[in-house]
């Protein structure tokens, strides 16, 4: 484990240390997503960012913990009820707790895991937390680059394209500009998937309400520099070929919510999410 690894396990849970190879002078998207989910893992630079949207955007931090819940119930269904045993996560964050693995694991502690993140901060803590786990690996690679997610070291020894896999894009396609071609991220990853496989995406949704493109400027210009929100039909396409899982592409608190999920979060048709099957 390198230095800035060690110092970041030390620092999860307590007050944050600098790793001497993280950026705090621009804020960070995976830190002021763990600021919104109550972390500890981030700096005035990524709060004062959160703070550009929430001025914006008051009172709309938990739909960071909702996409949490959206993203946990359905890994829950992927391993639990469709048999998935193999999980590439884009765009994974450093959440200190309720990570996919450690959903995962509790159904079935052989599951293959790829973690995947633009931020360095994010690999540093999940090596540190991954220290001591031979079925789940950290890469660094940008999601708008999938080609480079499938053919990395890592992905081709942990997981085998041979048997049906899923891809988790939870919370990162609208961190992708137009030009990134979001859609075609999604198909690259289909076209490689066997028949069996699955997409989960959940992404910020434009649903006809002028507050989407305010909140949509305050994650641009804000800080974050990225943060689209996108509509009904421009969600669909990333499910284009696929078998959507009931109750379809939905707000993403509305898909098979569960005793944890609420049912009263005043921002949550600014979410959405699905997944879909390869037939
Ligand atoms: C909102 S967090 C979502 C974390 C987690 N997937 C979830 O749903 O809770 C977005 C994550 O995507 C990462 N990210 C942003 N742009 C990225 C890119 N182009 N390629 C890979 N990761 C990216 C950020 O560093 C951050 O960790």
């Not at 590439?88 to 200190?96: F, H, K, Y």
Request: glycine share 10%; hydrophobic share 40%.
């Amino acid at each position: 484990m390198s230095e800035s690894e060690r110092r970041l396990q030390d620092s999860v849970g307590e007050t944050p240390v600098v790793p001497p190879d993280i950026d705090t002078t621009r804020p960070s998207v995976a830190r002021g997503y763990d600021f919104a989910l109550g972390g500890k893992n981030n700096f005035e630079i990524d709060r004062l960012a959160v703070d550009a949207l929430t001025n914006v955007f008051a009172g709309a931090l938990p739909l960071a913990r909702d996409n949490r819940g959206f993203l946990r119930r359905g890994v829950r269904y992927l391993v639990g009820e469709a048999g998935i045993r193999q999980l590439i996560d884009v765009g994974s964050g450093l959440p200190s707790a309720g990570n996919v693995h450690e959903v995962a694991h509790e159904l079935d502690p052989a599951v293959h895991v790829v973690y995947v993140d633009v931020d360095p901060i994010v690999l540093a803590h999940a090596r540190a937390l991954l220290a001591d786990n031979n079925t789940t690996t950290v890469i660094q690679a940008n999601a708008a680059d999938p080609v480079s997610i499938l053919e990395a070291p890592e992905t081709q020894e942990f997981i085998d394209f041979d048997k049906p896999f899923a891809v988790l894009l939870s919370g990162i396609l609208h961190h992708l500009n137009d030009d990134q071609d979001p859609v075609g991220v999604t198909r690259t990853f289909k076209d490689r998937m066997p028949s069996g496989s699955y997409l989960l995406a959940s992404n910020f949704l434009d649903d006809d309400d002028p507050r989407a493109k305010a909140a949509e400027r305050a994650f641009i210009d804000g800080g974050f520099g990225t943060g689209r929100f996108r509509t009904w039909d421009e969600h669909r396409r990333y499910f284009d070929g696929l078998e959507l899982v009931e109750p379809g592409l939905t707000y993403a608190n509305d898909w098979q919510p569960d005793g944890h999920t609420p049912g009263d979060s005043p921002w949550h048709t600014f979410y959405a999410g699905g997944v879909g099957r390869k037939p």
